[in-house]
């Protein structure tokens, strides 16, 4: 399984988002991998998964098949996320 965070940095949210990141991995163990959409690969993966609105959290399975995805400033439960991570 792989969990991505795609945000831009820089952005009104991006302090809270990067907070709830570390605190994320603080909690679990367990690491979050984050992506701009402004990058080569970002803007290719957001293509891919139709991902419009920053931030967005994607549980991903080992084929690349979207599990979970969470959209906006609203975000998720640690518990929520962790079961995909």
Known sequence: MRVVCV???GEDYSRMVGEW?????RRT?????VMSPDGRDGVQFCRTYDIVEYPTIIAL????AV???????????????????
């Open 29 to 33: 163990g367990k690491e979050i991998e």
């Open 67 to 85: 599990m979970s995805m969470w959209r906006g400033k609203q975000l998720p439960l640690f518990d929520e996320v962790s079961y995909w991570a």
């Open 61 to 64: 399975g080992n084929d690349g």
């Open 7 to 9: 945000y831009r940095e």
């Open 21 to 25: 990141i570390a605190e994320f991995g």
